[in-house]
């Protein structure tokens, strides 16, 4: 019960940052560590979106993605010790706007192609969570990455 408490403090710092969210928006989380994923899904739910995951296996963010839509999508760039760039193909291939999520910095270990899009630094805020999330859902990759208020 503690937990649950202490994520609903910690997602919510302000009570505006519960406003103005449209709840059809369905956002997927691809994350392995299950207390991340948990902490993600519950912060989002609490902010109004329908959340899918945390899937943590690859094969089945694929299958999911092949017979789903969703709105956006937060993937941990690191699953089981592998990256999701296969992910990215099929999230891609549906147009869908996504954020890496990784502890370390990964222009380095990024293509070209994929230098642009945004990346959540674990750890981070929900404010941060919330606002690159906004910025994906408006299609404002700047607003994502974090350059404009």
């Known amino acids: 019960m503690l937990l649950g408490v ?16 449209d709840t059809s928006q ?3 989380i691809i994350e392995d560590h299950p ?10 739910e609490l902010e109004g979106y329908k ?18 839509v969703v709105s956006a999508a937060l993937l941990d760039f690191y699953l ?3 990256t999701t760039l296969s992910i990215v193909e099929k999230i ?9 999520m990784s502890g370390e910095d990964l222009g380095g270990l990024l293509p070209a192609s994929l230098h642009k899009v945004p990346q959540l630094r674990k750890p981070f805020s ?23 208020q």
């Open 6 to 21: 202490v994520r609903s403090v910690v997602c919510f710092n302000r009570k505006e940052d519960r406003l103005d969210k």
């Open 26 to 28: 369905r956002i997927l």
């Open 35 to 44: 207390l991340v994923g948990g902490f993600l899904k519950d912060c989002l």
């Open 51 to 68: 959340v899918v995951g945390p899937i943590s296996e690859e094969s089945a963010a694929i299958e999911y993605l092949h017979d789903h």
């Open 80 to 82: 089981n010790h592998s």
């Open 92 to 100: 891609q291939e549906n147009n869908i706007p996504f954020a890496f």
């Open 126 to 148: 929900s404010s941060e969570l919330s606002s690159c999330l906004q910025g994906l859902l408006y299609r404002d990759t700047e607003y994502a990455l974090g350059h404009k």
